[in-house]
């Protein structure tokens, strides 16, 4: 009995924490490499085209033993149309803002949206302490973006509030749609809708070439990371409620503020070391008490 209870803890529990760490890893990497690009949707364009290749095969194994009836299908264009309207809207945000100031706001919108979410349409609920954990996620990746906005920062925050509520709006979706879909396909669906969207950006810019030659390398670990990221995400909604675990991957902002600090040279102070000790803390109560 208890070897069984142990073993439930490890699955139901602490496999769905380290899947979003890793999670979060994974995507603040591939932010970085997309900040460091040439032009943003031509660099976003290209991972599409080596995350649609590079995991076709798993996708075309896990259909032989998944079938997916016809709502599964009308959910996959839902989520084509949300995650193409992402990353849109994320390569104009890095094109115009910080990566500093804007990815703590993108990341730190879903964290208090997704559990209010969870507990009133998906029937999901936190603990005390897991509202508590939500509460430091949510002030510490708020405290990195720096709310003192001057008058000519401001579009870079608008859109990335926009981007922030997009990733409210289709973790959410995806975590209804995993009903349906397994996780390998829902993320090609979603490759398959970035480069839908993209690709008239990406061809009337005349950089395509450019930045392949610029940026092949980053381009094809962007193209594994960034659909590996989220896939790790998927696994986790599979196994555990989506109010506790979005929140959780909010760690990435922890990575993405220490990159920004070490490779981009973007000014930092005490205060953002402050802010990502707020979220690791919100993390632990939530993957312990939530």
């Not at 507990?119 to 939500?134: H, I, N, Q, R």
């Amino acid at each position: 009995m208890e070897i069984n209870s142990r073993q439930q803890f490890m699955t139901q529990t602490l496999l769905p924490i380290a899947l979003v760490l890793l999670s979060g890893m994974f995507h603040s990497v591939w932010n970085l490499f997309t900040k460091l690009s040439l032009n943003k949707s031509v660099f976003l364009w290209w991972t599409q085209w080596v995350a649609i290749l590079v995991y076709l095969p798993t996708v075309i194994y896990e259909l032989q033993s998944h079938s997916i009836e016809p709502t599964g299908y009308l959910l996959l264009l839902g989520t084509m149309a949300l995650h193409g309207l992402y990353v849109i809207l994320l390569a104009k945000t890095y094109t115009i803002g910080d990566m500093s100031q804007v990815y703590p706001i993108m990341r730190g919108t879903s964290p208090l949206l997704v559990p209010l979410l969870g507990v009133l349409l998906l029937g999901e609920s936190l603990t005390f302490y897991g509202w508590l954990g939500v509460a430091l996620i949510v002030a510490g990746v708020l405290s990195l973006g720096g709310w003192r906005i001057q008058a000519a920062s401001k579009k870079p925050v608008y859109y990335a509030l926009a981007v922030g509520i997009i990733i409210t709006s289709y973790t959410v979706y995806d975590k209804i749609t995993l009903a349906y879909v397994p996780p390998l396909t829902l993320n090609e669906a979603t490759n398959v809708g970035n480069l839908i969207a993209l690709s008239y950006i990406a061809l009337r810019s005349g950089m395509i070439k450019q930045e392949w030659q610029a940026n092949w390398k980053t381009i094809l670990l962007g193209g594994v990371l960034a659909p590996g990221a989220y896939i790790l995400f998927l696994f986790a909604l599979w196994m555990a409620p989506v109010s506790q675990l979005a929140p959780m991957r909010e760690i990435g902002t922890v990575f993405g503020t220490f990159l920004a600090i070490f490779l981009l040279r973007e000014e930092q102070g005490p205060k953002r070391i402050a802010a990502s000790i707020l979220i690791t803390a919100g993390v632990i109560l939530l993957g312990i008490w939530g």
